[in-house]
């Protein structure tokens, strides 16, 4: 069984009386968890940020987490996470996408994931430009 903090509460249906051919299975046993299927892709948010000067370097990230890791924001809050802001912006989740934009904004700015990060992609500055974004919509 997967544990239950890490699913979310709107994907989990348990029924308060499940009847099974006439057998009870309420409980935990009648326990359903939705299937996370995201089918809701949009790419023209990265193709806003590539166009903006501390964003173009979008695509280059390969996803490695030493932005998240030495970011002090992330250490404080758990759901801030450039690693996966950048990922879910490259991707189109749309629906992930407005789940966590309020997070987006709690880059302080600071630089230290784009001195960490290898590849160059500036993931301070794709928050600055997902900042500017999310205003605008």
Partial sequence: MIEREYIEEERIIEPEK???GGIDASGRW???VLPRVITDFDTS???EVKK???GKHIENCWQCGLCTAVGPV???EPRFNP???IYIV?????SEINKLKEFVYFCQGCGLCSEACPKHVDPAGVM???NILFDKI
Wanted: aromatic share 12%; glycine share 8%.
């Fill in 128 to 130: 600055m430009a997902l």
């Fill in 30 to 32: 009648g326990l359903i």
């Fill in 18 to 20: 499940l009847d099974i």
């Fill in 83 to 85: 690693r996966y802001f």
């Fill in 45 to 47: 948010l990265v193709k």
């Fill in 52 to 54: 903006l000067p501390r």
């Fill in 74 to 76: 992330a250490h404080k």
């Fill in 90 to 94: 490259k991707m189109g989740y749309k």
